[in-house]
Nanobody
Framework: QVQLVESGGGLVQPGDSLRLSCVIS????????MAWFRQAPGKEREVIGS????????KYVDSMKDRFTMSRDVATKTMYLQMSALKPEDTALYYC????????????WGQGTQVTVSS
């Protein structure tokens, strides 16, 4: 089992930056892929990017890579999502997720952290 807990969301103004955290507990993560997703009101959940925990290779959806950066701290088993130049359309519930690299779907999810971008 893998447990995920997100934090760091909040209300920010357009143009601000924000860093989300995802603390991971449970299994050894060396064979896991972690990802950040978001779901805006009335919209489908969309992936932002993923990171192969070991060796830390990241992949992003093209539309996200200019303003969003994923990283991880192996020692604390924490994954981060650094967001910059936030826009109102970035308002969403942000989730972290995990899957074994051989799995098709993400089977482990956090509860989400709300990000609201508004002036």
């Amino acid at each position: 089992q893998v447990q995920l807990v997100e934090s760091g969301g909040g209300l920010v103004q357009p143009g601000d930056s924000l860093r989300l955290s995802c603390v991971i507990s449970g299994r050894t993560l060396s064979n896991y892929i972690m990802a950040w997703f978001r779901q805006a009101p009335g919209k489908e959940r969309e992936v932002i990017g993923s990171i192969r925990w070991s060796p830390g290779i990241t992949k992003y959806v093209d539309s996200m890579k200019d303003r969003f950066t994923m990283s991880r701290d192996v020692a604390t088993k924490t994954m981060y999502l650094q967001m910059s130049a936030l826009k109102p359309e970035d308002t969403a519930l942000y989730y972290c997720a995990a899957k074994h690299f051989a799995s098709d779907a993400y089977g482990y999810w956090g509860q989400g952290t709300q990000v609201t971008v508004s002036s």
